[in-house]
């Protein structure tokens, strides 16, 4: 078994790893139709190593890893999974398409806000749907907050099913992510942190905070804000893609599936005017690396409207100049009033001005009136004179 094409006789889906010097990002495909189910990025170390592990194994237990590079970047990866008697087989590197600002160019999709609004209401309300189906399950106003939900805060689908009422803090905008809840093959569902092991808030819209408001009213703190519609449990991914897919055929995304709502709410930040540490916080990355690595070629993107902000900032700080200069030169030629508070030219002169005082006072007492008397008057500034 040496070639992709004798995998694909064999196992159910094929882990397909893509390996760069700090991440590696990784696609499960399924073997028969080559359509992708799933897609991961993860530090290239141990940790990553383990998670690509589990990635895996939540889509098939019968499955081969097809790696780009194993004596290279993907040589750590390459022993983990023989350590762990997986089939890996080595693929050679394709060319790579042109780079920009470092990064290669991921076919990653990205939905605009009206794609996602379509597919949400196309995943609650389908337009076909199945005459066998029950009728409170052919509509399904959950999967229009789902689909929302993912698109719009970019969790990961596995920390969004495992998110619990008291987890939800509308009053501040934020869902609290501390847990992720994945089938994996034999197991059942397994309950741990999210990937990268850190607890972290997300912010939710205020558009959908009211909506989520109205939805989790009458929910306990430890009842699942999405959870299954007959018994209650976890939302799985492979439960919501029937739905998902229909949906995104409906619109005319067809082999959209679910993972790509997170590269869609990165890319939605990002032209929100996001930077990579908000990016980062917002989808639990481990580092700005893994961002930049997957992401980077969105930051491009904006490098016009970067040179656009500087020109307008440069503009108001030049029209601000100007407008202190003239404000100067008016301040010069205006005429300048001799005392404060006249407008029609200097004061005219006081006409003298004698005030009378009292010779003596009762009892003869002294006082200053009458230590006065007797003194020069004294010239005023404007030549008249104030006698006692």
Known sequence: MNSLTDLREVVDVVIGVDTHVHTHSAAAVN?????VLDEITVEAT????????????????LRAWAIEGTGGHGAGLSRHLSDR?????ELDRP?????????????HRYLSHDQVEDLAYACGYPADASKFSSYDTR????????VLFLAYTGVRFGEMAALTAARLDLRRHRAIIAASVSPV??????????????????????????????YVSGKRGDDLVFAGIRNGAPLRVSTCRTAFGAAAKAIGVPDLYPHQLRHTAASLAIASGADVKVVQQMLGHASATMTLDTYGHLFGDRLDEVGSAMDAARRTSQERRAALR?????????????????????????????????TRT????????????????????????LGY
């Open 326 to 358: 003239a404000g100067v030169a008016v301040a010069r030629v205006l005429p300048q009033p001799s005392s404060p508070g006249t407008e029609k030219g200097p004061c005219p002169a006081l006409p003298q001005v004698r005030i009378p005082c009292l």
């Open 185 to 214: 093959s034999g197991q059942g569902l397994v309950w741990g942190p999210p990937k990268t092991h850190g607890r972290r808030e997300v912010s939710i819209p205020p558009f959908l905070v009211a909506e989520l408001r109205e």
């Open 85 to 89: 008697q997986e089939i890996v087989v």
């Open 46 to 61: 141990a940790e990553g190593y383990a998670q690509l592990v589990e990635f895996a194994g939540e889509h098939a237990t």
């Open 139 to 146: 509509t399904n106003e959950m999967y229009r907050l789902v």
């Open 95 to 107: 060319k790579r398409a042109k780079r920009r600002n470092g990064v290669d160019r991921h076919e």
């Open 31 to 35: 073997a028969a139709t080559g359509g």
């Open 362 to 385: 009762p009892d003869g007492i002294r006082t200053r009136a009458t230590a006065l008397r007797g003194r020069r008057a004294r010239p005023l500034h404007n030549g008249g004179q």
